[in-house]
């Protein structure tokens, strides 16, 4: 009998996740105080797109264990994917008041300032995420962004340019350089 190949619509990675939520599940039913236990399945739904269940579970981690930073983030990652900005930017938040060297924190919660029209405090953001590591494309393109909605296009042409190299997709930015861009003219 031969094994069974990889499915090309990768059915047998979610199979493969769906097992580990049902195994987890389990762990959590027999000890239902077992943070770690409610971090990974929360982990593993955000990897199914399930963010209500993601959310819950890390409501949870949050609850056991106060001071995890990551449960934070993550919960905040499961907001984004809900376009629930403002309790992303407060997990976000808390993640950085836990860790402050939480690059990705910093990252996220720019994107969702500037999703929320505070491309100020984005810029903050994204500067402290550059500080603490000069090569996350997001980064450099969420500041290319917010300097072209604020007026600063010299800037803002060397951020979408330093994005690109380090490979964020140049039609992509360019697209949203254009939406800032109209989003100044019309305030």
Not at 65 to 80: S, T, V
């Amino acid at each position: 009998m031969q094994n069974p190949q990889p499915q090309p619509d990768g059915s047998n990675e979610i199979a493969r996740l769906q097992s580990a939520v049902e195994e987890l599940s389990v762990t959590i039913e027999n000890n239902p105080d077992d943070a770690d236990a409610y971090y990974s399945r929360g982990v593993i739904y955000g990897q199914l797109v399930e963010p209500l269940a993601a959310i819950r579970d890390f409501d949870q981690v949050v609850r056991l264990d106060p001071k995890n930073a990551e449960a934070y983030y993550n919960r905040g990652l499961a907001y984004i994917h809900l376009k629930e900005h403002l309790p992303a930017v407060e997990d976000f938040t808390q993640a950085i008041q836990l860790n402050p060297d939480h690059v990705d924190a910093y990252n996220n919660r720019a994107a969702s300032l500037w999703d929320l029209g505070r491309p100020q405090q984005a810029l903050k953001d994204v500067d402290q995420a550059i500080k603490l590591n000069d090569q996350i494309p997001s980064a450099y393109a969420i500041r290319a962004l917010a300097n072209t909605y604020l007026g600063d296009d010299d800037t803002a042409k060397a951020d979408a340019e330093k994005a690109s190299q380090l490979g964020f997709d140049g039609d992509l930015l360019r697209h949203f350089i254009r939406q800032a861009e109209r989003q100044r003219k019309s305030t």
